[in-house]
């Protein structure tokens, strides 16, 4: 027999849901507002991960948990987080490479955070920070419980060090997409079981097709009628911005009067410019630097494109595809699971300017069934790639924790909870 059950979280926000007979210990995990550490090490710029990031501590802390960030000073991902009424701890750097005096203080930073908070699920998403944070979740209770998640495919060392990272201080890998899970299956380093796809996801309400990116023309003296085409990314090598601008040079052979949007930055800025003036399409390319008015400059595109020559799940897509924009993205990652190939937009080749010239034509050609794949495309991610199925899931790989650490007896609730 089920019951329905209505309770107050530490929050005050009421919740309701239904109890399976003798439910004690699942009602302890769920009544009782957890206290959540996310880390990363990510400074400057804008993409995928630190929004991933931000979008889940907003949700988690809107579910009634006690959510705190831990950053890089200065950084914009501490900058918006702020601005977003997060908790945020920034007094951190978090350098690349190995600086140990600078690392062991940030550890004694973090495993104080850890005990003053009463933390006891530390989630980390990058290299260095998850170094520190393990260490400090250690020390500040043997019994705290560690999430991290892989944003990229890039590989994942397997000697002895990272073998004890990964079986001994890390309890659950979350990968943002099958690509990652299948690297971790390929080098062995964690059981199958303890990765867990959870594809990240969009602000449906934020990215929508009632946005106008008229405004957004105009400021670049763009008219209604021209068609646009534009790539939204960090300016890296991996984004592979030059096949993306050859592809532009001959799209602007068969149809002279397109325009295409750059918008980002990074390392390869200047060096892209430059080879606009060498492909002789500089007065066809506007480059934007970095934007947070992305959905009216996505609304003002007629095509978006993606031309990355590695990647895991790019965001990017799943924002475009929100305002019903046709995608045409390379073939690398998890790209796949988005971009469904003639029916949300194309995949082509990476590294082939001309395979992705070609379908940009069409689209530009066939307005009508660039229209039907933008549709197809929004409701894709209404049904798979939105941001509260995203934290739906995260949250069930903590409970999921909580309730393996207690049937094995190295966990207690209320004193997890209640410190």
């Not at 957890?34 to 990510?42: A, D, G």
């Not at 149809?255 to 492909?279: C, H, N, Q, W």
Request: aromatic share 6%.
């Amino acid at each position: 027999m089920r019951e329905v059950v209505t309770f107050w979280v530490r929050s005050q926000r009421s919740r309701s849901i239904y109890l399976p007979d003798n439910p004690l210990r699942d009602v302890c995990v769920i009544m009782l507002s957890m206290r959540i550490l996310h880390t990363n090490m990510h400074r400057g710029g804008w993409g995928g991960q630190p929004n991933r990031i931000l979008k889940i501590c907003m949700h988690l802390r809107e579910r009634g948990h006690s959510v705190t960030l831990a950053v890089p000073r200065g950084s914009t991902l501490s900058r918006r987080a702020h601005s977003e009424g997060l908790d945020v701890f920034d007094d951190l750097r978090f350098p690349r490479g190995f600086h140990p005096w600078i690392y062991f203080s940030e550890v004694q930073k973090l495993r104080r955070l850890i005990e003053e908070k009463g933390i006891r699920i530390v989630h980390t998403h990058g290299s260095q920070d998850t170094w520190a944070g393990v260490v400090a979740a250690r020390l500040a209770h043997p019994s705290a419980l560690v999430v991290r998640t892989r944003h990229n495919t890039n590989p994942v060392g397997t000697d002895v060090v990272h073998r004890w990272l990964y079986t001994r201080l890390i309890h659950r890998v979350i990968a943002n997409s099958d690509a990652v899970r299948e690297e971790f299956r390929r080098n062995k380093l964690v059981e199958p079981h303890r990765v867990e796809t959870i594809f990240s996801a969009v602000d449906t309400r934020l990215f929508n097709s009632s946005i106008s990116g008229d405004g957004v023309r105009a400021a670049l003296n763009i008219p209604s009628d021209v068609p646009l085409v534009g790539i939204v990314g960090r300016l890296d090598p991996k984004k592979g911005h030059q096949y993306f601008l050859e592809a532009a040079q001959k799209v602007c052979r068969h149809i002279p009067s397109t325009m295409f949007l750059v918008v980002g930055e990074g390392p390869l800025d200047k060096e892209l410019r430059a080879y606009t003036r060498e492909l002789r399409i500089e007065g066809k390319v506007i480059f934007t630097d970095l934007r947070e008015d992305v959905p009216p400059i996505l609304a003002a595109l007629d095509v978006f494109a993606i031309s990355s020559l590695k990647e895991s799940f790019p965001t990017s897509i799943l924002e475009a595809m929100a305002m019903e924009r046709p995608v045409v993205a390379t073939r690398v990652g998890s790209i796949e699971s988005s971009v469904l190939d003639g029916i949300t937009g194309y995949v082509v080749p990476p590294s082939d300017p001309g395979a992705m010239a070609e379908k940009i034509i069409s689209l530009l050609h066939d307005r009508k069934t660039a229209r039907t794949m933008g549709k197809a495309g929004r409701q894709l991610v209404m049904e798979r790639f939105n941001e509260e199925i995203m934290a739906q899931k995260t949250e069930k790989v903590y409970i999921r924790l909580l309730e393996e650490a207690n049937g094995e007896g190295k966990q207690n609730y209320r004193e997890m909870f209640h410190r």
